[in-house]
């Protein structure tokens, strides 16, 4: 399945998949027609443009996955920015391919991506495996709560109140966290927890 909103492009790849062998079964340009379509369609590999005219694709790319648990998702973008990239793969995504590959490079990326196998551009695969480095940091379930609690702006003493431990053991907890992640300040915490979006759960 193909889901880009330009229709030049979007007729392009799916001509190429079509030469290649693959079965492409259905293609729109919007977000939410693609996750009507896929539930019925029920495809094994959607390439998927990030930018569409209704829904952002990292939506898209859950809703996807809701539908169709087992499906693969190549995303095919313009976009090669480090943001994009994450929040794709951290959404779900198996892999992501600037707009800028090779007809070759893109279907051996679709074969790829097929099997399981995460695929990314040139690049953004070493970016991929240093922020999951980063996200590996080994923290506790208690020490993720209390960071969760600080950075959506508690007090230590608040923090100590709602999980009905002590001050001693919140500011431990803290500590503790600000080694595991080489951060030297509360601020850098706060910043780093609202970055994977821990404040918002």
Do not use: C
């Amino acid at each position: 399945m193909v889901v880009d909103d330009h229709p030049m492009w979007r007729d392009g790849v799916s001509r190429d998949l079509t030469e290649a062998g693959y079965s492409v079964t259905a293609t729109t340009g919007e977000g939410a027609q693609a996750l009507r379509v896929a539930a019925a369609a029920r495809p094994d590999v959607v390439v998927l443009d990030l930018q569409l005219p209704d829904l952002s694709g990292v939506e898209v790319i859950r809703g996807l996955l809701s539908a169709v648990p087992s499906v693969k998702i190549l995303m095919l973008s313009a976009s090669g920015e480090q943001r994009d990239v994450l929040d794709a793969v951290k959404a779900g995504a198996t892999g992501y391919l600037v707009k800028s590959a090779g007809r070759q490079e893109f279907l051996d990326a679709v074969r790829r991506t097929a099997s399981g196998e995460p695929v990314f551009t040139a690049g953004l695969a070493g970016l991929v495996l240093g922020e999951h480095r980063r996200l590996d940091t080994g923290l506790t379930p208690r020490e993720i709560e209390v960071l969760r609690l600080v950075a959506k702006g508690l007090t230590y003493k608040q923090v100590a109140e709602r999980l009905t431990i002590s001050l001693r053991t919140v500011q431990n907890h803290v500590q503790n966290t600000l080694h595991k992640l080489q951060f030297h300040n509360r601020s850098e915490l706060v910043r780093y927890a609202i970055e994977n979006g821990l404040e918002s759960e």
